[in-house]
């Protein structure tokens, strides 16, 4: 299973982006896409997820700015990005919890796009 994201970039602070990741390999289901993001110095933070069911999860920081969207039939995740401030700079990574097909046998595991780069800077 691999994850491609994209979408990132430099932009002045009050702008938009809109990143998005796609999922590839023997993916039988997702269950969860999620958005997360590190800044240097910092641990890696969840930032925005979807479920299979439409549910969604945003950290106190995004404050309405930001709306993610998934297609759980093409694996693609998307995540919306307005009013960006100087403190939303960071590498932005896609993952996924997803059910697997291997061999023979049905897996479930995370699995992690390579990052984004996302600069919000006048």
């Known amino acids: 299973v691999q994850l491609q994201a994209s979408g990132g970039g430099l932009v002045q602070p009050g702008g938009s982006l809109r990143l998005s990741c796609a999922a590839s390999?023997?993916?039988?289901?997702?269950?969860?896409m999620g958005w997360y993001r590190q800044a240097p110095g910092n641990q890696r933070e969840s930032v925005a997820s979807?479920?299979?069911?439409?549910?969604?999860y945003y950290a106190d920081f995004v404050s309405g700015r930001f709306t993610i969207s998934g297609d759980f039939d093409v694996n693609t995740l998307y995540l919306e990005m307005n009013s960006l401030k100087p403190d939303d700079s960071a590498v932005y990574y896609c993952?996924?919890?997803?059910?697997?097909?291997?061999?023979?046998?049905?897996?479930?595991?995370?699995?992690w796009g390579q990052g984004t780069q996302v600069t919000v800077s006048s």
């Open positions: 993952n996924i919890n997803a059910t697997y097909i291997k061999g023979e046998g049905f897996y479930t595991a995370p699995f």
């Open positions: 390999g023997r993916i039988f289901s997702i269950l969860t």
């Open positions: 979807i479920a299979s069911g439409g549910v969604t």
